[in-house]
C-alpha cells in the first residue's frame, strides 16, 4: 500500500517524475501537495497532523516491510509519524531511496536514524523512485 502524507506529484506513470513535465501540469499538480509547515501539528498531544499521517502511522506499525520513496527523513515527519522507536521497528525490513546524496550525506542520516531504531546497515541504495522496483528491490 502507497501512503503520500503529503500529497503526490502525479499521478505516476501518467505523470512522470523527470524535467518532460509542463508549467500547466506542474501547477495543476502542485495543488495536491501539502507542505510540512502548512500542518498544524502539536507534538504535546497524542494528534496526527492529518488522517494521511494516522493512516501511514497504522501502516508502519503494523508492516513488516517498509519502503520509504523519496521520503527525505527530514526529523519533524519522523516525529509526526510516531511509529519509530526500537522496540516498533524491531525485526522489520527497511529499506529506502537515497537518489543524489553523496555517501556523507547517507551517513550523516544514517547517524541521525540509528537513534529511532532504523536498521541502517543497507537500508540505502542510491537509487530513485522510477528505478527502485526495478534495479533494487520487489514487492512479492
Sequence with gaps: KIIRPHGILGKFPEVTYDDAVSTDEI???????????????????????SSAFEEAHDALIDSQRLFFLGFGFHPANVRRLRAFTPELLKGKQVFATSYGMGTREVNSLMEALTPFGFPTKNMFNGNGCNNYFREVESLI
Design 27 to 49: 501547477m495543476a499538480i502542485s495543488r495536491e501537495i501539502r507542505i510540512i509547515h502548512e500542518m498544524a501539528f502539536n507534538e504535546d498531544y497524542d494528534l496526527f497532523p
